[in-house]
T-cell receptor
Framework: NAGVTQTPKFRILKIGQSMTLQCTQD?????MYWYRQDPGMGLKLIYY???????DKGEVPNGYNVSRSTTEDFPLRLELAAPSQTSVYFC???????????FGDGTRLSIL | GQNIDQPTEMTATEGAIVQINCTYQ??????LFWYQQHAGEAPTFLSY??LDGLEEKGRFSSFLSRSKGYSYLLLKELQMKDSASYLC??????????WGAGTKLIIKP
């Protein structure tokens, strides 16, 4: 009963490095989302996908890229990491757009 | 613009009842979600309202008034494990959730 799985759980990057945050779900959900959550702030949508092969920008897409080659996987790529990208990143999925989103445990990322 | 207004923090006593209010302004409306988020953990789904009125689910109830742009989450028989942040998230015309910063609820014995 895995649900949404994110790896890694923690990561420290140096400025200018790149990395990929992994997200996979085993619920056969069509919709997948990437959010970031900064202390004391609401979740901000980075990118989302309505199905394999389709991705769209959210509210804060700059500095990130995504792909959705399969229904299960929705990796988030950070190129040229910047201190402003220090945050907690959550991946979520839902069966339809107006149904509850199920969240992974998050990735805590620090850029130093 | 789109915005959410919730109290930043509330304190209540174990066994009591607490009501967490949320007012919102969105471009279109496709329902409102409430999520619970314990410190250091992921949000988990509590309730969804799309029509006006009260939805009851065990100790938790959620109310919606679309004309007033207002919702509340009612927690009864509070337990220590209910100490968490409660996130109000209306869905706009593009089916995107607009997330507030949440209300941190502190339960005291």
């Amino acid at each position: 009963n895995a649900g949404v799985t994110q790896t890694p759980k923690f990561r420290i990057l140096k400025i200018g490095q790149s990395m990929t945050l992994q997200c996979t779900q085993d619920m056969n959900h069509n919709y997948m989302y990437w959010y970031r959550q900064d202390p004391g702030m609401g979740l901000k949508l980075i990118y989302y996908s309505v199905g394999a092969g389709i991705t769209d920008k959210g509210e804060v897409p700059n500095g990130y890229n995504v792909s959705r080659s399969t229904t299960e996987d929705f990796p988030l790529r950070l190129e040229l990491a910047a201190p402003s990208q220090t945050s907690v990143y959550f991946c979520a999925s839902s069966q339809q757009e107006n149904q509850p989103q199920h969240f992974g445990d998050g990735t805590r990322l620090s850029i130093l | 613009g789109q915005n959410i207004d919730q109290p930043t923090e509330m304190t209540a006593t174990e066994g009591a009842i607490v009501q967490i209010n949320c007012t919102y302004q969105t471009s279109g409306f496709n329902g409102l979600f409430w999520y619970q988020q314990h410190a250091g953990e992921a949000p988990t789904f509590l309730s969804y309202n799309v029509l006006d009125g009260l939805e009851e689910k065990g100790r938790f109830s959620s109310f919606l008034s679309r004309s007033k742009g207002y919702s509340y989450l009612l927690l009864k028989e509070l337990q220590m494990k209910d100490s968490a942040s409660y996130l109000c998230a209306p869905m706009d015309s593009n089916y995107q959730l607009i997330w507030g910063a949440g209300t941190k609820l502190i339960i005291k014995p």
